[in-house]
């Protein structure tokens, strides 16, 4: 269903949009400043923020995957421009894993949202000189990389290795007893509820609870 601009309300046959958990709004924030936002209209100044809620409508889910690569970006980006602003697009991301390796995907989807950095699919840029171009800014394989990704600044080289050590969060004991039933789908509408409860636990201790504690989440500048 697609809503007009100005529906105040949804009707009560169709759920509720935009229910999610409340510790979502308790993530870090990334502000980016877009050049090509701002050139073309979008934003007068370029100025974008992106919320974990971003992530998780990209990804069409939430997890320790997705809480770990939206937290690594954060994290990466802070040491490399310290107390500027990114700037989105002006940035090459590079996954240690191959592109259909593990959840090496997910991760660079999340990258890519919030960075700009686009594999060969991506924006081509404007006229003769390419301008604002993403094309190939995202690549696969780094086999040398210390983490799960690579970011670099386009405009004066430097780069971190950026790692996260999700097992500080470790499922309980209750988790790893109803995953086989859920997945096998031996389990009823209240076993599947508590499932997802105990998940989302699990990425907000690594999304809020863990966020600033510095084994969680690791930056090695180059």
Request: proline share 8%; with cysteine.
């Amino acid at each position: 269903m697609t809503m007009q601009p100005d529906q105040a309300s949804v009707p009560a046959s169709i759920p509720q949009p935009d229910q999610f958990p409340a510790f979502f709004r308790q993530a870090p924030v990334l502000l980016m400043r877009d050049p090509l936002a701002q050139f073309l209209g979008a934003s007068p100044d370029g100025l974008m923020a992106y919320r974990y809620v971003d992530a998780v409508k990209l990804a069409g889910h939430s997890c320790p995957t997705v809480a770990s690569a939206f937290l690594m970006v954060l994290r990466g980006l802070d040491t490399l421009y310290g107390g500027e602003v990114p700037v989105r697009g002006e940035i090459d991301v590079i996954m240690r894993g191959g592109r259909e390796e593990g959840a090496t995907g997910v991760m660079a989807n999340v990258a890519m949202l919030l960075t700009g950095a686009a594999p060969e699919t991506g924006f081509h840029g404007l006229g003769p000189l390419s301008l604002f171009s993403r094309h190939e800014l995202l690549s696969f394989g780094g086999g040398d990389i210390d983490g799960e990704l690579r970011l670099r600044r386009r405009d004066n080289g430097l780069a971190v290795d950026v790692a996260c050590n999700p097992s500080m969060a470790p499922w309980p004991e209750e988790m790893q007893a109803l995953l086989p039933l859920v997945v096998r789908g031996q389990a009823n509408e209240t076993l599947v509820r508590r499932f997802g409860e105990l998940w989302q636990d699990r990425v907000k201790r690594i999304l809020v609870d863990l966020v600033d504690d510095p084994r969680l989440i690791t930056v090695e500048e180059l």
